[in-house]
């Protein structure tokens, strides 16, 4: 059952687009801009060296798109290992993939990434290019090309800057050998909604593009396409394997917030206290069928969202604190590549006015089915 306080959150991070009335640039939907941190960069070399990490990145997308071959093995199967194939004695060797900043040492969980695109639109983001059968550009490139800043309603421009936020969240941590647990929808080539290509996995590919099949990511199933919960044998697995870790710290993100990740929660308690999880606000989703209008905007006026506003307004519902698994701040620093500088985002001006509350929206037309 939702909270109240998920209620309340799908309304303060989205609002009216009073901000969005002039139609915006179209941004390189291949590029990753967002470098992701616990802690402010301290120094030029410390940032030159983020700038190279995601000028690497970036030549590798290049790279893969321009070679059949390279995209034909994107499509074919997983790259990435199941948590629960690892044998007991590998656990040890993922140690050196747990970050820490001073006594907290910390895992990332990522529930059903990309599931707006692949599970609830409608929308087919047709490829304009293919090479040897394979489209050069993965779906949710398409689609955020597709209606991106062409006048659209907000609700889509959100859906996609999120889309974007987390894929370069995932693309960053996986280059940096972080550790990082995907919870996949379970059967997800039976629930696509946007149809596809027969013998085409743009679910797969996807995964493959943003991992790099890292060995610092790992990943388990959900019980169902449209839950984020977890069986009692994989999680007595997953239990195993954080305390192999040493980890206190587990930092959870993806979609979508009181619902997929609510599930999720409610698994991970059987095993885990309340107060060692946290949602990471940078890279939580909403669902669209959750965005109401209100007076208050998640997005910037490039279109890009506003990280520290959405962090902020995660302290605005009261009923918040009986659940105990966000902690009311700021969870990452980020950073956005522009002509080879990083520039921290999250010294946007706050807003000063607290956001009203209104009723729930009906569903979009576009969307099909939400995740619970």
């Not at 990332?108 to 087919?124: K, Q, R, S």
């Not at 090309?145 to 941590?173: I, K």
Request: charged share 25%; glycine share 4%.
């Amino acid at each position: 059952m939702r909270s109240s306080f998920y209620k309340a959150l799908f309304s303060l991070l989205l609002g009216l687009s009073s901000l969005l009335g002039c139609a915006q640039t179209v941004r390189n939907s291949g590029d990753v801009q967002y470098y992701f941190t616990h802690t402010r960069l301290k120094n030029d070399a410390e940032k030159a060296k983020v700038v190279q990490l995601l000028q690497d990145i970036n030549q590798e997308h290049s790279k893969a798109k321009t070679s059949g071959e390279a995209l034909r093995d994107l499509y074919s199967g997983l790259k990435i290992k199941k948590l629960t194939d690892l044998k007991p004695e590998e656990y040890a060797g993922y140690r050196q993939y747990v970050p820490s900043a001073g006594e907290m040492k910390r895992v990332y969980f990522i529930v059903h990434p990309a599931y707006y695109v692949f599970f609830a639109n409608t929308m087919p983001f047709v490829s304009k290019e293919d090479i040897q059968g394979f489209p050069t550009k993965n779906l949710v490139e398409r689609f955020y090309e597709t209606a991106s800043y062409s006048g659209l309603d907000m609700n889509l421009e959100v859906m996609q800057e999120q889309e974007r936020a987390l894929r370069d969240f995932l693309e960053v941590m996986s280059a940096q050998k972080t550790l990082v647990i995907l919870i996949l929808p379970k059967d997800a080539n039976k629930h696509f909604s946007y149809g596809y290509k027969d013998g085409i996995d743009e679910y797969v590919r996807y995964l493959n593009e943003i991992t790099h099949g890292s060995e610092s990511v790992l990943y388990l199933e959900s019980t169902d396409y449209a839950f984020g919960t977890i069986d009692d044998q994989d999680m007595n697995t997953l239990s195993a394997f954080i305390k192999e870790m040493n980890a206190n710290t587990l930092l959870l993100g993806g979609g979508f917030v009181g619902r997929c990740m609510n599930s999720f929660f409610e698994s991970m308690e059987k095993k885990f206290q309340a107060d060692t999880m946290f949602v990471i606000p940078e890279v939580t989703a909403i669902a669209s069928v959750d965005i109401i209008d209100d007076d208050w905007n998640p997005l910037v006026k490039d279109g890009k969202l506003n990280f520290r506003e959405i962090a902020l307004n995660l302290k605005y519902e009261d009923s918040y604190t009986t659940f105990n698994l966000v902690r009311k701040r700021k969870s990452l620093f980020i950073y956005e590549l522009s002509n080879s500088k990083l520039t921290l985002l999250n010294d946007l001006p706050r807003r000063k006015k607290k956001p009203s509350l209104k009723k729930q929206q009906s569903a979009s037309s576009q969307t099909k089915e939400i995740d619970r």
